[in-house]
């Protein structure tokens, strides 16, 4: 059974930094491409950024790039999302979703992960 495990949400000021972790279990982790989604109250899930499963190649939402760094530890089986210079709108619940690689990767697109954490809290204070 899979299983996904966000942890290093909080509380922070505008400005400052948080390392999202997503512990994975239950599967072979370097199969797998991997991304982050958020929720913030009355919107929709959206992506933030993916990588695929080797590292090699990694995917960005506008509204983060420059600002948050995706990377994974295939030894480890857990991937992280360094977040700087947040935001009063990077506010959310942070989900992170697992996907087998195949040959075509939708990165940004919910519904093609078949895996979900239970997401971790973000809150960024201005």
């Known amino acids: 059974q899979v299983q996904l495990v966000e942890s290093g949400g909080g509380l922070v000021q505008a400005g400052g930094s948080l390392r999202l972790s997503c512990a994975a279990s239950?599967?072979?982790?370097?199969?797998?491409?991997m991304g982050w989604f958020r929720q913030a109250p009355g919107n929709e899930r959206e992506f933030v950024a993916a990588?695929?499963?080797?590292?090699?190649?990694?995917y960005y939402a506008d509204s983060v790039k420059g600002r948050f760094t995706i990377s994974r530890d295939n030894a480890k089986n857990t991937m992280y999302l360094q977040m700087n210079s947040l935001k009063p709108e990077d506010t959310a619940v942070y989900y992170c979703?697992?996907?087998?690689?195949?040959?075509?990767?939708?990165?940004?697109?919910?519904?093609?992960?078949?895996?979900w954490g239970q997401g971790t809290q973000v809150t960024v204070s201005s």
């Open positions: 990588i695929v499963w080797s590292g090699g190649s990694v």
């Open positions: 979703a697992a996907r087998a690689r195949d040959a075509r990767f939708d990165y940004s697109r919910a519904p093609i992960y078949t895996s």
């Open positions: 239950g599967l072979t982790f370097s199969y797998y491409n």
